[in-house]
């Protein structure tokens, strides 16, 4: 069975621009996660969408959305980076939401 | 709030020696789960813990949860250097689904 999967892996913008970034989860999962990680702040949950609904969303400013297809594949959008928005940005996805969620490896950010 | 919070921060081990990461959380919480990430790498998943007393082990790693003390220990025997990663435990919020709340992460370094 195919992971989590990330597209793009890398990506170099300046401050102002905008990013999409987009997610797609193991077959049959339906609830998609996204985390930032950065070394000052680690792990910080940003939104879970289940079946097309956000149902959760962390303490992060309007600039950071998303959305989720009906075929579960999720995309987050940040507005007029920042600086401080440079990060790994992590998708993961699990079947309904509360068990175990999959990790997929990242889309790597940096603002300049 | 749910807090996390791992101690030790880092942790240098010779290779052979037996090691505890302890992880503490502020509130209640369906599950816990302990997650490694290899440096420049996503996150795999080790294990999930669901009730008091649970203890999972695999290979040179147990993990175990005291719900009542809001405590969970990821024990290390006999350390060898592939272990070497940085640790995370997580939680969820009570409810919550899809939501992780993350330690800051214990890296291990295991040396000959």
């Known amino acids: 069975k195919a992971g989590v999967t990330q597209t793009p892996r890398y990506l170099i913008k300046t401050r102002g621009q905008q990013v999409t970034l987009s997610c797609s989860p193991i077959s049959g999962h339906r609830s998609v996660s996204w985390y930032q990680q950065t070394p000052g702040q680690g792990l910080q949950f940003l939104f879970e969408?289940?079946?097309?609904?956000?149902?959760n969303k962390g303490n992060f400013p309007g600039r950071f959305s998303g959305r989720q297809f009906s075929n579960s594949r999720s995309e987050m959008n940040v507005s007029t980076l920042e600086l401080g928005d440079s990060a790994l940005y992590l998708c993961?996805?699990?079947?309904?939401?509360?068990?175990?969620?999959?990790f997929g490896p990242g889309t790597r950010l940096l603002v300049l | 709030e749910l807090k996390v919070e791992q101690n030790p921060l880092f942790l240098s081990m010779q290779e052979g020696k037996n090691y505890t990461i302890y992880c503490n959380y502020s509130?209640?919480?369906?599950?816990l789960y302990w997650y490694r990430q290899d440096p420049g790498k996503s996150l795999e998943s080790l294990f999930v813990l669901l009730s008091n007393g649970a203890v999972k082990q695999e290979g040179r790693l147990m993990a175990s949860l005291d719900t009542k003390a809001r405590l969970s220990t990821l024990h290390i025997t006999a350390a060898v250097h592939d272990l070497s990663a940085t640790y995370f435990c997580?939680?969820?919020?009570?409810?919550?689904?899809?939501?992780?709340?993350f330690g800051k992460g214990t890296k291990l370094s295991v040396k000959p």
């Open positions: 993961a996805s699990s079947r309904q939401g509360g068990e175990t969620q999959y």
């Open positions: 509130t209640t919480s369906d599950r």
């Open positions: 997580a939680v969820d919020i009570k409810g919550s689904q899809g939501n992780l709340i």
């Open positions: 969408y289940f079946s097309e609904t956000q149902r």
